[in-house]
């Protein structure tokens, strides 16, 4: 079946850049997402690209997507305390499951 | 426009005993989408909805979950009886098709059950 991948935890500094890596297994992914969640909340999407995309950038988010190694990342620049939460990585697959298939989260911490 | 709402957000029970869960998705939103998010894991689709019809419910554990979506709005999600394994967060979440244009979640409840 699919798979997704992150790393657990990432620990940056307020004004750095934050890296989130993702692997993924599904060659036929559609869209990939990066949804974000703070405590007690639920996932709020930040942002998607389109498999056929290599780049989107919105704002301070850039997403990065290597479909030949099935492997997205995303960059969160001026990274802030306010940043802080858990990230997860999706993919939605055009075959036959056709639903939205989650990595275990990244917990990113933004240091002061 | 108003989020997807649900409720309650926070329920304790025993094990054996039932619950009940409630969702409103966004307005005109066609698909309706219930996860199960276990603690320090990603949600797992539990249900999908179109509409009012069962989309996919191939990773529900029917012998004790059930759900439904009366009109092809609300939903509401059953567990009975419980276990403790069903500890977990549910959440809710819907999007405008099944195109893969982005699902838009609620708050999520969260379950104990001891």
């Known amino acids: 079946g699919e798979d997704v991948e992150q790393s657990l935890f990432l620990s940056v500094r307020e004004g750095d850049s934050s890296v989130i890596n993702c692997t993924y297994t599904?060659?036929?992914?559609?869209?990939l997402y990066w949804y974000k969640q703070e405590p007690g909340a639920g996932l709020q999407l930040l942002t998607y690209?389109?498999?056929?995309?290599d780049m989107k950038q919105d704002q301070r988010l850039t997403v990065l997507l290597n479909k030949k190694d099935k492997h997205l990342s995303l960059r969160i620049a001026d990274t802030q305390t306010g940043d802080s939460a858990i990230y997860f990585c999706a993919e939605f697959s055009s075959g036959s499951a056709r639903q939205l298939t989650f990595g275990s989260g990244t917990q990113l911490t933004v240091l002061p | 426009e108003a989020g997807v709402a649900q409720s309650p957000r926070y329920k304790i029970i025993e094990k054996r005993q039932s619950v009940a869960f409630w969702c409103n998705p966004i307005s005109g939103h066609a698909t309706l989408y219930w996860y199960q998010q276990i603690l320090g894991q990603g949600p797992k689709l539990l249900i999908q909805?179109?509409?009012?019809?069962?989309?996919?419910d191939s990773q529900l554990p029917k012998d004790r979950f059930s759900a439904e979506r009366l009109k092809g709005v609300d939903s509401t999600l059953k567990i009975q009886p419980a276990k403790l394994e069903d500890s977990a967060v549910y959440l809710c979440?819907?999007?405008?098709?099944?195109?893969?244009?982005?699902?838009?979640f609620g708050p999520g409840t969260r379950l104990t059950v001891l």
């Open positions: 979440a819907s999007s405008p098709g099944t195109s893969g244009s982005g699902q838009f």
């Open positions: 690209i389109f498999s056929n995309m």
């Open positions: 599904d060659s036929s992914s559609t869209y």
């Open positions: 909805f179109q509409n009012n019809g069962v989309v996919d």
